[in-house]
Nanobody, 122 residues
């Protein structure tokens, strides 16, 4: 199974941007990769997912276009570009993979990374 490592989180002011990276230990071209987040006291929720055909789905504020998921198979890396961040986006962000189709159901994913914390505050 692949090992995934998240990075790119940090402290950002409301309205700011961050680009998260999910680096894999090997090829990920056959997998769908999902980004999830978990805030204190809340359940893990899906943020976005991109499948092996580069078709992506946003689960958080999709009509506002604040999150953009992309992949670079040559670099074994998936990214999450986050713009116009708000306080409710504060959470630990995780990436994970599935051999099946994209979904926001975290139980369908495996190879969870350690997570990267994102804090949005003034």
């Amino acid at each position: 199974q692949l090992h995934l490592v998240e990075s790119g989180g940090g402290l950002v002011q409301p309205g700011g941007s961050l680009r998260l990276s999910c680096a894999a230990s090997g090829p990920l071209d056959i997998y769908a990769i999902g980004w999830f987040r978990q805030a204190p006291g809340k359940e893990r929720e899906g943020v976005a997912c991109i499948n092996s055909a580069d078709i992506d789905i946003n689960y958080v504020d999709p009509m506002k276009d604040r999150f953009a998921i992309s992949r670079n198979n040559a670099a074994n890396t998936v990214y999450l570009q986050m713009d116009n961040l708000q306080s409710q986006d504060t959470a630990i962000y995780y990436c994970a993979l599935t051999t099946r189709w994209c979904t926001d159901h975290w139980r369908d994913f495996a190879s969870w990374g350690q997570g990267t914390p994102v804090t949005v505050s003034s």
